[in-house]
């Protein structure tokens, strides 16, 4: 009988986890076994249980690391996803049950099959100093969303906090829920940055160079430029491959556009 009952638990564990499907280019495929890279860094204090809460304290997984995906599944009213870096170190990100967003949206905030950090991937979109925060694991003021999203991680999806990215106020927790960091958005940029503790301001001490709204987005409109110069290599680079200009002819734009004489 004791058999039985321990059988009967395996079976209701099994069935008790669902594989997660992600949608990618219109089609439904399992991650499980496929590269990946991060898209935004990942804080962790203990490998094995990293939280959706997105505590900011111990370490990170830098943005763009090469990752193998092991696990991708629903068990019971929680999420899992485990995989392992380019040294077989393994982790476990949990998506809590209070959260406000599914499995599939919590793997494709944090993982795509492109690598943000190639030559032309979504971070060469971003300013130098953003670029130079997001390495650091720093936010400051004049950062866009996505430079805030790619240093920090996502803001807990609970609904308590930050139900909706569309909002302008965001809250991280940092080793607790109690000590908080509240960042204030106008306009797509960081404005204001404050910290919590009970419910109480006290000074945000992890700032580093001060850049105002104004610079940054200066700075934002020169690398936009330089953003539509690499999407018309793109569109050159496919004129190539379709054999309607030359290889030469292609390195000729290529050097134009980049400002390469």
Not at 129 to 141: F, L, M, R, T, V
Not at 206 to 229: D, F, L
Request: hydrophobic share 35%.
């Amino acid at each position: 009988m004791k058999k039985i009952f321990i059988l009967l638990g395996l079976v209701g564990l099994i069935s008790g986890c669902v594989s997660i499907n992600i949608n990618e280019n219109s089609k439904q495929v399992n991650p499980a076994g496929r590269i990946y890279y991060s898209k935004a860094n990942i804080w962790y204090l203990n490998p094995e249980n990293i939280s959706s809460h997105n505590f900011h304290t111990g370490l990170f997984i830098p943005v763009g690391t090469k990752v193998k995906i092991l696990d991708c599944s629903k068990r019971g009213i929680i999420g899992l996803i485990r995989f392992s870096d380019e040294s077989n170190k393994v982790y476990t990100m949990i998506l809590t049950r209070n959260s406000q967003i599914d499995l599939a949206e919590f793997f494709k905030r944090y993982f795509s099959e492109e690598n943000v950090m190639a030559t032309i991937g979504n971070f060469h979109k971003l300013t130098d100093q953003e670029q130079a925060n997001i390495k650091n694991g720093k936010i400051d003021y004049g950062m866009s969303k996505e430079a805030v999203l790619a240093s920090y991680g996502y803001p807990p999806p609970g609904r308590d906090w930050t139900p909706d990215i569309k909002n302008n106020i965001w809250e991280y927790f940092e080793n607790t829920k109690i000590i908080r960091t509240k960042v204030y958005f106008e306009d797509d940029r960081a404005i204001k940055i404050e910290g919590l503790k009970f419910g109480f301001n006290r000074p945000f001490m992890n700032r580093g160079v001060k850049v105002t709204v104004k610079e940054n987005k200066i700075q934002a409109n020169i690398v936009g430029q330089n953003n539509s110069n690499i999407d018309e290599i793109r569109r050159y680079k496919e004129l190539m491959d379709d054999g309607i200009i030359t290889k030469v002819e292609f390195e000729q734009k290529k050097k134009q556009l980049l400002g390469i004489f």
